[in-house]
């Protein structure tokens, strides 16, 4: 015996008489902790094709076991037919025990030596921290034809501190061990189906079946952690924490590991706070850098369930029909409230809502990290209603769109229309939807009306370039009190309707003196304020009255290099906006939220033509 190998086993020795909870790696580790809700995540894989360093691939993963003083993996290929030990750190295949190794072993005590039977098909494996021993077991494989040998082999150390095949016990036809691990304080253990079996290897006893409750049907990797504490894996890819005091699995312990990426849970290693389990995966193509692969997994505390959804559509006329996307992190159960006394309990459901109103919508979610909430509001406008909008071209073409999933808005009638001739300028709708105002160039308001609605009274006292292409957008007041016509210089001039009076006067809109830069205008729906849009997509605020100026938009498009923005139009102050440029594609903007997706909008690519959009009130 070398001086090397004397110290080995010196110091195993000595930590092994110390060893209490803890578990003894190449630097001590605390043992397994007690998070409140436990979860597990994906620290990093260790490839066996090939091993880390070298061309040796695993030709399968089966049995495993930690070596704490030489912080190595000992893990078995029952289709290669050999033995490999791993660098935990590095996962460099470290050296290999061939078959041939264990068919030459003895018996403990004599005899013949091991045949191919008892080398066939390596499953099972434990270490023994306290002998310094390592056992792999042997047993029926593959659906072969027998007979079969079941057999445990011990590994010890030779004088180099290289495990070496030691010996065998020959076991009991259909012992078949696929599992094995050593408990502290008891010994070796191993196990098949929903039993396991307490091992004398000395001699060659088999204890009486413990029966393992809530672990499924068939184990495939055992770890004792500590004497009280026993991980299986099964062939349900689940890693399952299992209480020694009545063998029954811990509520709250039981991990689904397919979402990994395992395919096989074949082993499981215990080392602290950390599990490694081993893929036996053998449907992988042989060339797959995938194929069995060891899964380093933290154990933690779950993150919290967070409660997430999106309407596909939240407003529009009845009946209306939203489906709900859930976007919810970690939830496993669902519990909807559509605000109109019906639910859900499914993950993504439909409603149809039939009656008119606002309803809050609330999504309850739980799952392993607890519960949460969500909410969204669904506005339910009247049968019939008309929502979403107009494109206005320069020929003083009206073209509707759709806003949601709202039906197309009815044409309209009157305006102006100049073929060949770019003198429209903007486009602006009454406040209850029916009709509205075409401007041209001069500053000309001509009425129109939506669908059969005739068009509205003429315009008064509005301003007038007699031969100027100068006014750029038009703007009404929600409650028909005239409105506002917003010239190439960004100054607002007001107009009234009919025999009405003139609304307040507009002020804090920028002016550009000799410039051509404004574009489009637009009012609020409550008329406290709008705001002028500018030929590069910038949104300016203005005040109506004595109001306060609106809040500043955000989400914004800007015009790039020969695209120009051309007009402007806002829903209410939750709902943002649009903006829409020459070539008539409509942006969202938002103002507390982003204005909805549209649909069906007139386009001219690559052709500056159109003018202006406008929305209806019910939008």
């Not at 939203?322 to 605000?339: E, K, L, M, P, Q």
């Not at 309850?364 to 209603?385: Q, R």
């Not at 009190?481 to 960004?490: A, C, P, T």
Request: proline share 7%.
């Amino acid at each position: 015996m070398t001086r090397t190998h004397r110290r080995v086993l010196a110091t195993i020795a000595t930590l092994a008489m110390a060893i209490g909870t803890t578990t003894i790696g190449a630097t001590s580790a605390p043992a397994l902790t007690n998070p409140a809700i436990p979860w597990l995540r994906l620290d990093h894989t260790i490839t066996s094709q090939p091993w880390a360093g070298g061309t040796t691939k695993a030709s399968d993963l089966e049995g495993s076991a930690f070596l704490p003083f030489d912080d190595q993996f000992v893990i078995a290929d029952d289709q290669g037919k050999r033995v490999y030990f791993v660098d935990r750190s590095t996962g460099a295949l470290v050296r290999t025990v061939a078959q041939s190794a264990f068919t030459a072993a003895l018996p403990l005590g004599g005899g013949a030596p091991a045949d191919l039977n008892r080398s066939d098909a390596f499953r099972g494996v434990a270490y023994d921290v306290f002998s310094d021993s390592i056992y792999v077991f042997s047993g029926n494989c593959c659906g072969l034809v027998g007979p079969f040998e079941p057999t445990v082999f011990r590994l010890k150390r030779d004088p180099t501190s290289q495990f070496q095949v030691e010996s065998y016990q020959a076991l009991p036809e259909g012992t078949d061990a696929l599992a094995a691990s050593v408990r502290r304080g008891t010994g070796l253990y191993f196990g098949r189906g929903t039993k396991i079996k307490t091992y004398d290897y000395a001699t060659n006893t088999i204890g009486p079946d413990i029966k393992l409750v809530g672990t499924g049907n068939a184990i495939l990797g055992m770890d004792f952690v500590d004497p009280s504490t026993l991980m299986v894996t099964n062939d349900a890819g689940q890693l399952i924490r299992v209480s020694t005091a009545d063998w029954t699995a811990v509520s709250g312990w039981t991990f689904d590991l397919t979402g990994f990426g395992i395919g096989v849970a074949q082993s499981v290693m215990a080392i602290g706070d950390q599990f490694y389990v081993s893929d036996g995966d053998d449907t992988h193509p042989s060339n797959d850098p995938t194929r069995h692969r060891v899964y380093a997994l933290n154990l933690g505390e779950a993150p919290p369930v967070s409660a997430a959804f999106t309407p596909h559509v939240t407003r529009g006329p009845a009946p209306l029909v939203v489906w709900f996307i859930d976007h919810s992190v970690r939830a496993t159960a669902y519990s909807w409230n559509f605000g109109d006394g019906t639910g859900s309990t499914l993950a993504n459901p439909a409603h149809i809502y039939t009656n008119a109103g606002t309803y809050n919508v609330t999504l309850h979610v739980t799952g392993v990290g607890g519960a949460s909430d969500a909410s969204a509001p669904i506005t339910v406008l009247p049968a019939g209603t008309a929502t979403g909008g107009y494109t206005l071209d320069g020929f003083g073409g009206v073209h509707p769109f759709r806003v949601d999933i709202a039906s197309t808005p009815p044409a309209t009638t009157g305006g102006g229309y100049w073929p060949g001739w770019d003198i429209a300028r903007g486009l602006a709708l009454t406040g209850d939807g029916q009709g509205g105002y075409m401007l041209d160039g001069f500053g000309g308001l001509h009425p129109i009306g939506v669908g059969s609605n005739p068009a509205p009274a003429a315009t008064m006292d509005g301003p007038y370039w007699l031969g100027w292409d100068a006014a750029r957008g038009v703007a009404l007041m929600p409650n028909g009190n005239g409105g506002y016509v917003v010239d190439l210089f960004g100054g607002i001039h007001r107009f009234r309707i009919g025999t009405g009076p003139l609304p307040p006067a507009a002020t804090g809109a920028p002016y550009w003196s000799g410039q051509n830069q404004a574009r489009g205008i637009a009012v609020l729906p409550d008329g406290s304020g709008g705001y002028v849009v500018d030929r590069d997509g910038n949104l300016h605020a203005f005040s109506i009255g004595t109001s306060g100026a609106p809040p500043s938009p955000t989400g914004v498009w800007n015009a790039p290099p020969g695209q120009e923005a051309q007009g402007v139009a806002v829903l209410d102050p939750s709902r943002g906006g649009f903006t829409v440029d020459g070539f008539g594609v409509i942006h969202r903007f938002t103002i507390g939220g982003l204005a909805p997706p549209t649909s069906g909008n007139a386009t001219w690519t690559g052709w500056n033509i159109a003018r202006d959009l406008a929305v209806l009130p019910g939008s």
